[in-house]
């Protein structure tokens, strides 16, 4: 601990009321002198000493045995001297190192004090006893105090230490709060832009290729048609996952949305596909749900199944889609985002994905149970 502006307020009253006393006092020159010389002592001690003293180094070390001196000394040139204890024993409390230098700091102190007032004037047995409770008093009261505003001062430490703790776990909290909102963040953009823009520039890349070898030109006028609608819900899509809102696609309702995606699906590949849906009361987020996962997994169709036919039934908590591919082993590891895309998704909503794969072909099944209205 250092000693701030306050302390040194009360040095400079206490050393100024003290030379006040000992002006006054009908005392020997020589007790005159020995007091004065004895806060002169303690004021130069104070100003070359206690900007620098803390607790335990040489300056405090230093000041601590210039203000028993000091405290002994003044007391001998006049008894009323002895209310320096005022500011001595608070002082070495402050500037000792430890609890057990500053007991020892004290008993000096008091024993000090207790031999300038024997010194001070000729003392009876009375007197001697009242000086003993005297001393013996203030000392108890000083350590007393002492070690309770130094309990005090430990327990003040350790909780700015903990507040500093709290405060230092708070920012990296804040900042793994940042970290995780931004990785979120980019996986909610990396799933939407998968199940949405890349599925749809894959589509208008075969529609691209198809019209490229198409030699009929009604044909190719058809082909080119569907490649610019697709390029407009493309465009559509993108806007809309710029705004942050749910899909475009969904603005007339889930079933229409089905019904867009599987008949734009037939026409690019020319894969039947059967729609049979129950939508009932699905809530929003249940309905992105569902059309983003029939897009994946029609995408997983187009790109890997080599069907001829897929089905897509939603009912009773539930989507189910079927093709009759090549099929795939579900238990592989892949490189692709396809299935780990949608269960990072049903995942945020607590549905769940179960793939069944063989020869005949494959059947994803979401399950919208939690996630229904």
């Known amino acids: 601990m250092t000693l701030n502006r306050w302390w040194f307020a009360a040095a400079l009253v206490l050393v100024t009321v003290l030379a006040a006393l000992l002006l006054s006092a009908d005392r020997e ?91 001070s004037r000729p003392l009876d047995s009375i007197e001697l006893v009242e000086i003993a409770l005297t001393v013996l008093l203030t000392l108890a009261f000083s350590i007393v105090f002492g070690l309770w505003i130094t309990h005090i001062a430990t327990l003040s430490d350790e909780r ?31 799933r939407e832009i998968h199940d949405t823009i890349a599925q749809d520039l894959t589509g208008m890349v075969m529609l691209a290729q198809r019209a490229r070898q198409e030699t009929d030109a009604t044909a190719r006028d058809t082909q080119l048609t569907q490649l610019e609608q697709t390029a407009r819900e493309a465009l559509t899509e993108t806007r809309a996952l710029v705004a942050g809102g749910a899909p475009a696609s969904l603005d007339a309702g889930l079933l229409p949305a089905l019904e867009r995606l599987t008949a734009r699906f037939s026409q ?37 199944a080599g069907a001829t036919a897929t089905t897509i039934r939603l009912g009773d908590g539930a989507l189910t889609i079927t093709d009759n591919g090549q099929g795939f082993d579900p238990e592989a590891s892949t490189t692709g985002y396809g299935l780990s895309g949608m269960r990072d998704r049903l995942a945020l909503v607590g549905g769940s994905l179960a793939v069944a794969s063989g020869a005949s072909g494959t059947t994803l099944t979401v399950s919208l149970a939690r996630v229904s209205a």
């Open 160 to 190: 700015r230490e903990l507040l500093d703790q709290l405060q230092a776990t708070q920012t990296e909290l804040e900042a793994v709060s940042r970290d995780a909102g931004a990785t979120f963040e980019r996986e909610r953009l990396a």
């Open 268 to 304: 690019e590949t020319g894969i039947a596909i059967s729609l049979t849906a129950d939508v009932g009361a699905l809530d929003r987020s249940a309905e992105v749900v569902v059309l983003r996962c029939t897009q994946e997994a029609l995408s997983n169709v187009r790109k890997h």
């Open 29 to 119: 020159p020589w007790r005159l002198a020995l007091g004065l010389a004895s806060l002169a002592v303690f004021l130069i001690a104070w100003v070359f000493l206690a900007k620098d003293a803390e607790a335990g180094n040489r300056q405090a070390t230093a000041l601590t045995v210039i203000t028993i001196i000091v405290a002994g000394a003044g007391t001998a040139s006049l008894p009323n001297f002895a209310v320096f204890q005022c500011l001595a024993f608070p002082l070495v409390w402050v500037l000792a190192r430890s609890i057990r230098n500053a007991i020892v700091a004290n008993i000096a102190i008091a024993l000090a004090v207790g031999t300038g007032f024997l010194i």
